[in-house]
């Protein structure tokens, strides 16, 4: 049962240039959206998120779309740096998220290549 | 920066053993999750508590599983008897707030081994 699909599970881009990670839902439930990084031997991390009474929301290099007909979002990451290199994981919530349960995405491992 | 951190970072059990994880959250929080990820399997949550009780649970979260906040610092997962599939990452996170996750501070999790 995967309500939250990252169908990509690597990505490759080259520095500077524009990371896009993708992530898809299959509960019109879900109104809440975040994204997480997570490095090796260490916990998630949050980076973003986004309501769904919104469909774009920006923080730096970070900008995360969501397509709500679609059951789509995705994060922008640009420009891409070699410290971006991680596993990006897609969270999905009900409720703002208000007890914590969050549904995760498998993951996408991100390698940005000087 | 104030962290979440978890001890033991990695636990070998035999199977049928009882586990204790322990989590000591960021001290002005107040809502304390537990997440668990299997090798290779995404982040799962299992359970949030909040003022001394659980306030949501996973189908993961059965009876061999409970959750205890001891001393007012300390948040802890106890697994009665360990089974080889609960061989994973576990996470636990905490959160000032629970309207939204964007204060979910996340420790660096303790790998469960269950021989």
């Known amino acids: 049962d995967q309500q939250v699909k990252q169908n990509s599970p690597s990505l490759s881009v080259q520095e500077g240039r524009i990371s896009i990670l993708n992530c898809d839902y299959t509960n019109s439930m879900f109104d809440y959206f975040l994204w997480y990084k997570k490095y090796p031997a260490e916990g998630p991390t949050f980076l973003i998120s986004?309501?769904?009474?919104?469909d774009k929301n920006e923080d730096g290099r970070f900008t995360v779309f969501l397509n709500k007909s679609a059951k789509h979002l995705s994060l922008h990451i640009v420009p891409s740096q070699p410290g971006d290199s991680a596993v990006y994981f897609c969270a999905a919530s009900v409720g703002g998220g208000s007890q914590g349960n969050l549904i995760f995405g498998k993951g996408t491992k991100l390698s940005v290549k000087p | 920066e104030p962290e979440v951190t978890q001890t033991p970072s990695h636990q070998v059990t035999q199977m049928g053993q009882e586990v204790i994880l322990r989590c000591v959250p960021i001290s002005n929080h107040l809502y304390f999750y537990w997440y668990r990820q299997i090798l290779g399997q995404k982040v799962e949550f299992l359970v949030s508590f909040y003022n001394n009780e659980i306030s949501e649970k996973s189908e993961i979260f059965d009876d061999q599983f409970s959750v205890e906040r001891p001393d007012g610092s300390n948040f802890t997962l106890k697994i009665r008897s360990t089974k080889l599939e609960d061989s994973a990452m576990y996470f636990c996170a905490s959160s000032r707030r629970a309207v939204t996750n964007t204060e979910a501070f996340f420790g660096q999790g303790t790998r469960l081994t269950v021989v």
């Open positions: 986004i309501s769904s009474i919104k």
